[in-house]
């Protein structure tokens, strides 16, 4: 059975830095894409940003390119989500999440959680 637990999430000033991680388990990680997702009160889930099994491919949605960094240690079975120069509307439940196989399909197949995240101004 998978599972993915987040930690991480706090209440952090404007500007400021925050590491999210995620611990996956039940199957051998290296063999899926994992990735990032958000939702904010009274909003659509949004997707954050993914990383290829290998690690060698990422991606990012427009409103993080260039903030934030998505990385994983396939030894730790682990994902993270480096978050800098945060705003006020980043404020959300970060997700981590599983795809079904090493590069980013459509949707993932498992999700964590969550984790708050609060970007005070």
């Known amino acids: 059975q998978v599972q993915l637990v987040e930690s991480g999430g706090e209440v952090v000033q404007a500007g400021g830095s925050l590491r999210l991680s995620c611990a996956a388990s039940g199957r051998t990680f290296s063999r899926y894409a994992m990735g990032w997702f958000r939702q904010a009160p009274g909003k659509e889930r949004e997707f954050v940003a993914a990383i290829s099994g290998t690690g060698g491919t990422t991606y990012y949605g427009a409103s993080v390119r260039g903030r934030f960094t998505v990385t994983r240690d396939n030894a730790k079975n682990t994902e993270a989500l480096q978050m800098n120069t945060l705003k006020p509307e980043d404020t959300a439940v970060y997700y981590c999440?599983?795809?079904?196989?090493?590069?980013?399909?459509?949707?993932?197949?498992?999700w964590g959680r969550g984790t708050q995240v609060t970007v005070s101004a």
């Open positions: 999440a599983q795809y079904s196989q090493s590069d980013v399909d459509s949707n993932p197949q498992y």
